[in-house]
């Protein structure tokens, strides 16, 4: 009696370890799986094949690169002619963390509501913050490369701008400069003259204008109130003597004397 030797099947491959288990949603992250049996191994992350996979000669070590995959946990499996198994604890894909590249303009008044543009990636849901305080009007592109927004009041001198997502936070290269504001400008007086008793309602056009206290020959004006944009100015006359008196409107920034002056009648 003849006796035959059979050639047992190929074991199935077993998987000890996939470091890292956690990577980007973009993905192009490299891993290694660390195990037996891994010789003509594919991966799938998800049910989408990995990319670049390599294994050495005794089968015990495959390496690639992750494809992307949606924010979570996902199943790894490992496949190989003899059989699959599942990577216990899978690969959870994370939010990159935001990169700020560029900020647009790099300096601005002190009253705030400057107008800024960040670039970078990876911004979407994305606050930032001056020196701590929120700016304000942000809005970021569909593809999360471009952030808009209006800066919040703040000190002179430079601070640092953060920007932030649940993934993380950047901190933009030279921060922010916050600059005095200009100083005021008058293009017109309405009405030009008025009683002597004071009580005349006058109106300043210009620019800058915001919290300008407006002087006639020294004396202040009252109910002095400007517009939201500092380019209108109203007010009531003091009491003033007969003739020409100069007209000077002051900020924070400087002061300005209205051409013409005012003349009490």
């Known amino acids: 009696m003849?006796?035959?030797?059979?050639?047992?099947?190929?074991?199935?491959?077993?998987?000890?370890?996939?470091?890292?288990?956690?990577?980007?949603?973009?993905?192009?992250?490299?891993?290694?799986?660390?195990?037996?049996?891994?010789?003509g191994a594919?991966?799938?992350?998800?049910?989408?094949?990995a990319t670049g996979v390599s294994i050495n000669a005794m089968g015990t070590v495959l390496t690639g690169t992750t494809p992307p995959g949606p924010v979570g946990n996902v199943p790894v499996v490992v496949t190989t002619p003899a059989g699959s198994t599942i990577v216990a604890g899978g690969f959870t894909y994370t939010s990159p963390p935001p990169t700020a590249l560029s900020l647009s303009p790099s300096s601005g008044s002190t009253a705030g509501g400057t107008a800024f543009v960040?670039?970078?990636?990876?911004?979407?849901?994305?606050?930032v913050t001056?020196?701590?305080?929120?700016?304000?009007?942000?809005?970021?592109?569909?593809?999360?490369t471009a952030l808009v927004g209006f800066t919040p009041a703040g000190?002179?001198?430079?601070?640092?701008?953060?920007?932030?997502?649940?993934?993380?936070?950047?901190?933009?290269?030279?921060?922010?400069t916050y600059t005095a504001p200009p100083p005021p400008v008058v293009t017109s007086?309405?009405?030009?003259?008025?009683?002597?008793?004071?009580?005349?309602?006058?109106?300043?056009?210009?620019?800058?204008?915001?919290?300008?206290v407006v002087t006639f020959n020294g004396v202040a004006a009252t109910g002095v109130s400007v517009n939201a944009s500092g380019t209108a100015l109203v007010g009531f006359t003091p009491a003033?003597?007969?003739?020409?008196?100069?007209?000077?409107?002051?900020?924070?920034?400087?002061?300005t004397t209205v051409v013409g002056g005012y003349t009490y009648v």
């Not at 470091?19 to 010789?39: D, E, H, K, Q």
């Not at 594919?42 to 094949?49: A, D, K, L, Y």
């Not at 003033?240 to 002061?255: D, I, Q, Y």
């Open 2 to 39: 003849s006796y035959t030797y059979l050639v047992a099947p190929p074991s199935g491959p077993t998987v000890t370890a996939l470091v890292p288990n956690s990577g980007s949603t973009a993905g192009g992250t490299a891993f290694a799986i660390i195990g037996t049996n891994l010789t």
């Open 42 to 49: 594919t991966v799938t992350f998800n049910g989408v094949p």
């Open 118 to 127: 960040i670039t970078g990636s990876n911004l979407s849901g994305a606050v």
């Open 130 to 144: 001056f020196n701590g305080v929120a700016a304000t009007g942000v809005s970021v592109n569909a593809s999360g």
């Open 155 to 176: 000190a002179l001198g430079n601070v640092p701008v953060v920007v932030t997502t649940p993934a993380g936070s950047a901190t933009v290269a030279g921060g922010y």
């Open 189 to 212: 007086l309405s009405p030009s003259s008025g009683s002597t008793a004071g009580g005349t309602a006058f109106v300043i056009t210009g620019s800058n204008l915001s919290g300008a």
């Open 240 to 255: 003033g003597a007969l003739g020409n008196v100069p007209v000077v409107v002051t900020t924070l920034s400087g002061s």
